[in-house]
């Protein structure tokens, strides 16, 4: 995060930029953590490095879009480092931000398979380097290791429940609930007392609150309430929470 100092609940969203080819792509070179982007059980060396010849890294400046919307996917889409938001281009060049990712994690890894087009546009809002698997060598490759074509399998279920989580929150918890848990999901442990935690905001209010179905002005009341009972104390880019198990009460409406 930049040093400069800001309140992170009065930015303005995103905008989207042309899709240009983003700078400097190369061999991956075993820069990959292979094994935080698939899970457990974790890949072995000698499957790192095979997945390490297929990647191509490229490196895409903050404000410069990953891919966009209704563009044909032609690889597997992996976010090594930095944050991305995965959104719609709005009327004007402004963003809709729905999920904000933070590498390593996949940013598209289901378009290509299905012979299909990016579903979102993906924006990024640090630096980032992004990894890219073309799928004709990748079904080679899980042609000849069965066992890596199953660790893929165990983590495309993954991303299938976590999205599904989320959605099921945003249909059936209310907007008080919907921000205790993201906090919680987010707090940190404070020394070794259970009851307090920290979260460092990193996201801009905006986009925090388009994740949650709610306004940025919704979400700054609920944030007052939270305060106001003694459950969390927000200072500029950090929210201390002072009483865990009420978050988490609240969290779970």
């Not at 801009?204 to 994740?211: G, H, L, N």
Request: glycine share 6%; net charge neutral; with cysteine.
């Amino acid at each position: 995060m930049s040093s400069v100092t800001a309140t992170p609940i009065i930015a303005r969203p995103p905008r989207v930029p042309q899709l240009r080819d983003a700078v400097r792509a190369a061999p991956a070179g075993g820069v990959v953590r292979w094994g935080d982007v698939l899970g457990l059980p974790a890949p072995s060396r000698a499957e790192c490095e095979a997945l390490d010849a297929l990647a191509v890294v490229r490196a895409v400046a903050a404000g410069q879009a990953v891919f966009a919307h209704g563009q044909s996917s032609r690889t597997l889409v992996v976010l090594l480092s930095g944050d991305v938001a995965l959104g719609m281009a709005m009327p004007g060049g402004a963003m809709r931000t729905e999920r904000l990712v933070h590498g390593p994690a996949w940013l598209d890894a289901s378009s290509v398979w299905l012979d299909s087009s990016h579903v979102l546009d993906a924006v990024a809002l640090t630096p980032v380097r992004v990894a890219e698997l073309a799928r004709d060598p990748l079904q080679v490759l899980f042609d000849q290791r069965p066992s890596l074509a199953q660790r893929m399998l165990v983590s495309l279920a993954g991303e299938v429940r976590r999205l599904t989580m989320q959605t099921h929150e945003l249909m059936h918890k209310d907007a008080p609930a919907r921000l205790a848990s993201w906090l919680a999901a987010r707090q940190l442990p404070v020394d070794a007392d259970p009851n307090r935690a920290v979260v460092q905001l990193a996201e801009r209010k905006s986009d925090i609150a388009s994740q949650l179905g709610m306004t940025p002005e919704t979400m700054s009341r609920l944030m007052r309430t939270l305060s106001d009972q003694g459950v969390i104390e927000v200072e500029g880019y950090t929210v201390r929470v002072l009483d865990v198990p009420a978050l988490r009460r609240i969290g779970a409406g």
